[in-house]
């Protein structure tokens, strides 16, 4: 029985020789290219990204060390800003006062103005502050160049005289610096308000100076024209005053500023075409709309 | 002679170290290599278990392209062939499952019994009954006669394969060509006289 099962082991095994029996040719090279072909689809594919899993509060105190270091950064910014920050020995402030144009409309503006400190050495030798600009007085009212203080247009008073003597009086003072302190831009820090002042008035005086030119035929316009060359006006006298005219090119700007501001300001509504043309000869023979926008550096003015 | 198979053997074990780091290292001629060296014996497995071109030749791709993906993972405990074969055996009876392509090689064995006739001049029918007994056999069974009776894979190849002992290699391909013997008795007679 055992010799009858191998025997038939035997034939079976032989028979199964045909069972599935794969083809003499593999096809080697057609199943090389599939494999290449499935690799490097593999290795283009992008990368399976996780998604993150959900959100977990920071525990309370994350919270507190994070308040802790921003708290301690702030501090640290601070201390450094102020140890390196130039020591000044007199106080020039720039406040923002609140300066009473010609007509006393009380309008509010950011001009700085310089106290006059007693402190100061009146032997310095821009005692007398005020800067002639040499412009026309279009009220016809004498203002005054001499120390102290001085009166506008209208006769009420305007703070901000004598700073050029304090400009200079406290850049002498003994800081045992031979250089004076000098922001980002190579200007004495002690100028960079007025020079950022400046720069947003003549923009201002530009934007009005276009309004003029544009629509000054209405005479609702003329009233609010004449307004707001008012504030102007005011501002620019203030800037005369101020280490801003120390620039010579600049306040020749600004007086030449001056003058058309105050032309415009007696410009009565309805007036004459004549009278216009006056002012616009003024603009014109000065140059003034090309030297403001020259004056103003590129880029938005607004945000100084 | 011995010394010179032992030799023989270890010089070839060093090369497919060699092969092997080089594959690792992503060098496509040493993957050119090593398909080169096992296809044959690979396709001619999976034609087996498959009875298909197509899904053996998708068999043996994809046993390509996960070795060549696990390659790092080989530990050198059996050989690369040995490996490769494991791979390939598993995807094949995977994809066999899946696909359900036994259809044929599904009949019951009473059927199967049912088809031949006792005439020795039949022998194409011996050969249909047993590959449609082949085919009823379970997928245990199936696998290891046809590794060592047909392809002539020997029981510790086969164990290494399959990860199954020797012993139980030796005893499903016992059981197997019983169930193939009891299938197919009624050629008993005839062949074995």
Redesign the interface.
């Known amino acids: 029985m055992m010799k009858?099962?191998n025997?038939?082991?035997d034939?079976?095994?032989r028979?199964?020789?045909?069972?599935?029996?794969?083809?003499t040719v593999?096809?080697?090279e057609?199943?090389?290219a599939?494999?290449e072909a499935?690799?490097a689809k593999r290795a283009s594919r992008p990368l399976h990204i996780v998604a993150p899993g959900p959100h977990r509060p920071m525990p309370r105190y994350v919270w507190l060390g994070a308040a802790a270091a921003a708290v301690l950064l702030v501090a640290t910014g601070v201390g450094i800003g102020r140890w390196s920050s130039a020591p000044v020995a007199a106080p020039v402030s720039v406040e923002k006062s609140r300066a009473v144009a010609a007509n006393g409309s009380g309008a509010e503006s950011a001009v700085p103005s310089v106290e006059q400190s007693a402190g100061i050495d009146a032997s310095g030798s821009h005692a007398s502050g005020s800067k002639s600009t040499g412009s026309a007085n279009p009220g016809g009212k004498q203002r005054p160049t001499d120390g102290g203080q001085r009166v506008a247009v209208n006769g009420q008073r305007v703070t901000g005289t004598g700073h050029r003597a304090s400009g200079t009086g406290h850049r002498a003072l003994g800081t045992g610096r031979q250089a004076p302190d000098r922001g980002a831009f190579g200007t004495p820090r002690q100028e960079v308000p007025y020079q950022v002042a400046t720069i947003r008035h003549l923009a201002n005086a530009e934007a009005l100076l276009t309004a003029f030119r544009t629509d000054s035929r209405d005479a609702k316009m003329d009233a609010q024209l004449a307004k707001w060359a008012r504030d102007l006006l005011s501002n620019t006298r203030l800037l005369l005053d101020s280490p801003a005219a120390d620039d010579p090119q600049r306040a020749r700007l600004l007086g030449d500023l001056e003058l058309v501001l105050a032309q415009i300001v007696q410009l009565s509504p309805g007036a004459a075409t004549q009278d216009r043309e006056l002012i616009e000869g003024s603009i014109q023979s000065g140059h003034v709309m090309t030297r403001l926008r020259s004056a103003i550096p590129a880029g938005p003015t607004r945000g100084l | 002679m011995t010394a010179l198979r032992v030799t023989a053997e270890s010089r070839g074990r060093v090369d497919e170290r060699q092969l092997i780091a080089r594959v690792i290292s992503g060098d496509p001629r040493a993957q050119r290599e090593l398909y080169e060296c096992h296809v044959d014996r690979v396709y001619r497995l999976a034609y087996r278990l498959a009875g298909e071109e197509e899904l053996a030749r998708d068999f043996t791709q994809l046993t390509f392209i996960r070795a060549f993906e696990r390659i790092a993972e080989f530990r050198h405990d059996s050989s690369l062939a040995t490996w490769l074969h494991a791979i390939g055996v598993s995807i094949a009876l995977n994809g066999l499952r899946s696909v359900k392509k036994s259809r044929v090689r599904d009949v019951p064995l009473e059927e199967a019994s049912g088809l031949g006739t006792t005439s020795r001049s039949a022998e194409p029918d011996l050969k249909a009954r047993l590959s449609a007994a082949i085919g009823s056999l379970s997928e245990k069974y199936r696998t290891v006669f046809l590794m060592h009776d047909v392809e002539g894979f020997t029981h510790d190849e086969i164990g290494a394969v399959l990860g199954i002992p020797v012993g139980t290699s030796k005893t499903r391909l016992f059981q197997g060509r019983a169930k193939l013997r009891e299938a197919l008795a009624d050629f008993r007679e005839e062949w074995v006289s």
């Open positions: 009858d099962d025997q038939f082991d034939v079976l095994r028979a199964a020789q045909d069972y599935n029996r794969p083809p593999v096809p080697r057609e199943m090389w599939a494999i499935a690799q």
